[in-house]
């Protein structure tokens, strides 16, 4: 079994800030892909925040650059987020994206957390 899970969602105020967190965990070998955060607000289509290899190439979506900052720790099998001056517009369920997980024991998959949702509201 392998688990995905976001932590760090919540109420914020415009102009704050927040932390998101994301880890796998359970029969985890080693994860050789991109991990990413995505966000969906209601009624849109789902996008992308931010992804980092890893190596630590990242890339960050066009409505988030310059307030977002994403990293990574291999060894934790772990990405974060750090927003910066939030908006309301930035109110979404963020969902963690992992790519080529490899499990303990044999196999390789694409996994995603269950969100976490942060509002951003005086």
């Known amino acids: 079994q392998v688990q995905v899970v976001e932590s760090g969602g919540g109420l914020v105020q415009p102009g704050g800030s927040l932390r998101l967190s994301c880890a796998a965990s359970g029969r985890v070998f080693t994860i050789s892909g991109i991990m990413a955060w995505y966000r969906q607000a209601p009624g849109k289509q789902r996008e992308l925040v931010a992804s980092?290899?890893?190596?630590?190439?990242?890339v960050y979506g066009e409505s988030v650059k310059g307030r977002v900052s994403v990293s990574r720790s291999n060894a934790n099998n772990a990405i974060y987020l750090e927003m910066f001056n939030l908006k309301p517009d930035d109110t979404a369920v963020y969902y963690c994206s992992v790519n080529r997980l490899w499990v303990t024991g044999g196999g390789v998959g694409d996994y995603w957390g269950q969100g976490t949702q942060v509002t951003v509201s005086s």
């Open positions: 980092v290899t890893t190596g630590g190439d990242t």
